[in-house]
């Protein structure tokens, strides 16, 4: 079976979509290109499996649309793979109507955590055959692919129409992680995503996950605990992850990864992977980076993760207001937040802060609170990089069931859920929480900052890494501009 994998392009004045392996969809002036795991797992399964797999990513490719589908034309794959987010589902069923009517012998199969919060959504409103939910697609999609060639009985997590009728085959199931190999970075293209990535200060850089997909899981606004719920962390041994580390190093000369899994795992199972990395002397070699909690980690562990090579950790601060931090479930106590910034800078570490606004019972006074504290962390030199958001309740997340339950919903048009504007009615403007998220970013201009980042600069790599924030800080801010 020829079974394509496809991002297709979607052309907006508004940037370039942030789609591919994202909790929260935005689109950027300033393009960002990750790298999407669970699909290049998929495609990596199918292969093995005897299937021809194409990677057609025309986000990444930077081709048109019209290009796009006049490549799908030519290759008449047998099934198309589609990975949607909510604000471009919309976008997603014209695509898939199109395919259909040029390729009717064709199938389609939507992937994600928007159709896994409402299957039956697309199927309805899209010439659509399959929408497969959950976060193990890729499994999911292989045991599909079987089925359709007759050689399997069709796993649970599957919904289509059988006879005019909707049908699914029952609640997704999770799989072993062991069970998968080694990503193909060549038929995944790797390249396509190994230098447009803020993640990275050295490149070529790449991504790995080797947890699905967060210990916590218990965030009300997280789109991915949709698809991965919680009590369902899984993830691989720190000595797969380590053998996965060595050949990225040695086959492919990779410089920087970050571990994209929800929370990378910590105790004892991250001590194992650091007296590895330091074992083994990939802390020479490469940047290693990950998503971190904040009071998850003690000095001694943050001291271990930077010999044993991490840079830059990725902590969700959310909001400076301890009723916000208890009422989307977030477990951690403001005071930690200092804490532990303050921690993985004595380590030698660079935390990078990601916060979000526009939260229904925060006035504008408590938006401030969160700027106070993220200025105070840059000032201070306890942070080295940031991003804020517009809070976006996601189908299928307790925050969008709470906001359904009471009423705060502005819109329920999916198109309008890309972080532009206010989605829940708040005691903020919307213009107040615009202005403020351009406050955040101007942070980076903050006089005290800049010295130090240009006293930070030892090299040609430096200079380009600084260079490179630089020009997404600006594109941020024109992404956040307010529409007078």
């Known amino acids: 079976m020829k079974i394509s994998i496809s991002y297709p392009p979607l052309e907006n004045e508004k940037g370039v979509p942030l789609l591919s392996q994202n909790r929260q969809f935005q689109w950027f002036k300033e393009p ?48 198309v793979v589609v990975e949607t987010k909510t604000p471009v589902v919309k976008r997603h069923w014209r695509i898939i109507n199109q395919i259909k009517e040029e390729l009717p012998d064709t199938k389609t199969v939507f992937v994600g955590d928007h159709v896994t919060a409402l299957p039956k959504e697309s199927l309805k409103n899209s010439s659509v055959d399959f929408v497969i939910t959950g976060g193990d697609y890729d499994f999911s999609l292989v045991n599909l692919a079987n089925w359709l060639d007759g050689k399997d009985s069709l796993q649970k997590g599957v919904y289509y129409r059988k006879n005019g009728k909707l049908k699914n085959s029952g609640k997704f199931v999770l799989h072993d992680l062991s069970m998968l190999p080694f990503i193909d970075r060549d038929l995944t293209r790797w390249r396509l995503y190994s230098e447009k990535n803020g993640n990275y200060k050295r490149t070529p850089g790449t991504y ?15 789109s991915w605990t949709t698809i991965y719920p919680k009590g369902t962390f899984r993830v691989r041994s720190p000595e797969n992850l380590l053998d996965e580390v060595g050949m990225l190093i040695e086959r492919y000369g990779v410089r920087e990864i970050f571990d ?5 795992p910590i105790g004892n199972w991250l001590k194992k992977f650091c007296d590895g990395m330091i074992e083994r002397g990939y802390n020479r070699e490469i940047f290693f980076s990950c998503n971190m909690r904040f009071g998850a980690l003690s000095l001694e562990e943050y001291k271990l993760m930077k010999k044993a090579g991490f840079r830059m950790l990725l902590f969700g601060l959310e909001s400076a207001s301890q009723k916000t931090l208890d009422r989307i479930n977030k477990n951690v106590k403001l005071e930690c937040i200092t804490k532990s910034c303050k921690k993985a800078k004595e380590s030698g570490l660079e935390p990078h802060l ?131």
């Open 32 to 79: 960002t290109y990750i790298y999407p795991m669970v699909s290049a797992c998929a495609a990596t399964l199918l292969k093995k499996g005897g299937h021809e797999v194409l990677w057609n990513d025309g986000i990444a490719e930077k081709v048109s649309y019209t290009s796009w589908m006049d490549n799908i034309a030519k290759e008449h794959p047998d099934l």
């Open 208 to 222: 790995s996950m080797v947890g699905r997909d967060c210990w916590w899981a218990g965030c009300t606004f997280c």
């Open 354 to 484: 990601t916060m979000m606004l526009g939260y229904p019972w925060e006035k504008k006074e408590d938006a401030l609170k969160t700027f106070e504290l993220a200025k105070y962390l840059f000032e201070n030199g306890y942070a080295d990089t940031l991003q804020a958001t517009i809070t976006i309740p996601y189908p299928g997340t307790p925050l969008f069931k709470e906001c359904k339950k009471k009423g705060l919903l502005l819109s329920e048009d999916w198109s309008d859920y890309d972080m532009r504007r206010l989605i829940m009615k708040t005691e903020i403007t919307e213009e107040d929480v615009k202005e403020i998220t351009q406050k955040m970013y101007r942070l980076f201009f903050n006089p005290r900052y800049v010295l130090r980042k240009i006293a930070s600069i030892r090299d040609v790599e430096d200079f380009r890494f600084v260079l490179a924030g630089v020009r997404k800080v600006f594109g941020h801010i024109t992404d956040f501009s307010v529409i007078k």
């Open 260 to 264: 994209d899994t929800g929370t990378f």
